[in-house]
């Protein structure tokens, strides 16, 4: 078994034990399905350099573990915009779907980037408690992390990620790659509710940057709302060790085991 959460072979993706997610026996994790998107839509060719600034994924049925691939669609081609339709597929079965926006690159024009009070930068990762998964087994994804959280009395959660083995094997870890893991994984019902009676599944995600992710370590500040309706909403601010570099919006759906 590759210590790699996904082994390569030919265009599809084998996922490893460590691509589970905590909630169901054999489906994998949200956090995985998000770095796989991410992944296939940095591999579709451009006519320009071009970046990513939006990826919306829909989730709405289990995926299992099995052969997995993803096939793209350019639906709009130009040397400016890219948009992009994807399909996750797995044992030749669709089972997710996303969208992406890439626009060009042009390093000679920028617009004003003010510093708000909610951009401000999480403390170093050392100055939080790492996690330590009472409810995930240790082979589930979010053990791939080196993970640190901390919550304030207000309900604000702070923390860094940084993923300790390759996500696929053969291939370096690109940070374009892991802030969607990272976006999925951010605070959500499972860590406000009792885990052995709720269950918190986020049917979707957005994800919209202003500028690329740098490094390893990639931050979050974040906070759950809901009217306890059966549904809520998970709403970060995503960082590298630069600063502020976009948001990620996720959609709960909160019910009994």
């Known amino acids: 078994m590759s210590d790699a959460v996904f082994v390569p072979q030919g265009d599809l993706l084998i996922p490893q034990s460590s691509a589970i997610g905590p909630w169901f026996p054999g489906v994998q994790h949200g956090g995985a399905i998000a770095g796989v ?22 989730m709405s049925r289990r995926v299992p573990m099995g052969a997995t691939r993803v096939d793209t669609e350019v639906v709009r081609d130009g040397k400016r915009i890219q948009a992009i339709e994807a ?3 797995v044992d030749d079965e669709i089972v997710g779907r996303a969208t992406a926006m890439r626009v060009r690159i042009a390093e000679d024009l920028s617009v004003p980037n003010p510093v708000l009070p909610e951009d401000q930068i999480p403390s170093d990762p050392d100055t939080h408690p790492a996690i330590t998964w009472t409810f995930a ?15 304030d009395d207000d309900g ?7 993923m300790e083995k390759p996500f ?3 291939e370096s870890n690109d940070p374009r790659v892991l802030i969607a893991a990272v976006a999925d994984m951010i605070p959500s019902g499972g860590s406000v509710l009792d885990y052995e009676r709720m269950i918190s599944i986020n049917a979707d995600l957005v994800i919209s940057l202003h500028r690329p992710p740098e490094g390893e370590w990639l ?7 809901g009217e306890g309706n059966g549904y809520g909403q998970a709403d970060a601010t995503l960082f590298d060790h630069r ?5 990620a919006l996720k959609s709960l759906l909160i019910d009994t085991r």
């Open 243 to 247: 600063g502020r570099i976009g948001r």
């Open 219 to 225: 931050g979050f500040t974040a906070a759950v709302r």
């Open 87 to 89: 399909r996750y597929v």
């Open 37 to 58: 998107f991410a992944r296939a839509i940095e591999r579709v060719p451009s006519a320009v350099p071009m970046t990513t600034t939006r990826l919306s994924i829909d």
């Open 156 to 162: 604000r959660v702070a923390g860094w990620m940084k």
């Open 168 to 170: 696929v094997e053969g």
């Open 137 to 151: 087994g240790p082979l589930d994804f979010a053990a791939s992390f080196d993970f640190r959280r901390s919550e």
